[in-house]
């Protein structure tokens, strides 16, 4: 039988992973607290999911540009997701730079 797992562990794997909440919960408890076998099964759940998802299309996101030191060169990024409530998170903005 698989026991609760504490708040804190759900925490640091939620952290960890930014994955939701009940997922999380779900895979602790599945893997009776053992992190690496709890960020294993998110893995596998979450490229399930997104091959469910994948003829949908993504129609919203961001357009980031960057120029270098010099001004000589210009990068042009646009990171695209499915709806205007991601493309406005601090998470897919930092995505963005990050990309850039």
Known sequence: MA?????????????M???PLKDCMKVLAE???DMEK??????KRGL???????????????IGLKADEEGNT???VQVA????FVARTDRF????DAVL
């Open 93 to 96: 903005r930092e995505g963005l």
């Open 74 to 76: 210009v990068t042009m």
């Open 48 to 62: 399930a999911a997104a091959e469910k998802r994948s003829d949908r299309l993504a129609t919203e996101g961001l």
């Open 38 to 43: 709890s960020k294993e099964l998110l893995r």
């Open 31 to 33: 893997a009776d607290g």
């Open 3 to 15: 026991t609760k797992p504490s708040a804190a562990l759900v925490k640091k794997l939620r952290d």
């Open 17 to 19: 992973t930014g994955s």
């Open 81 to 84: 997701c499915e709806t205007d």
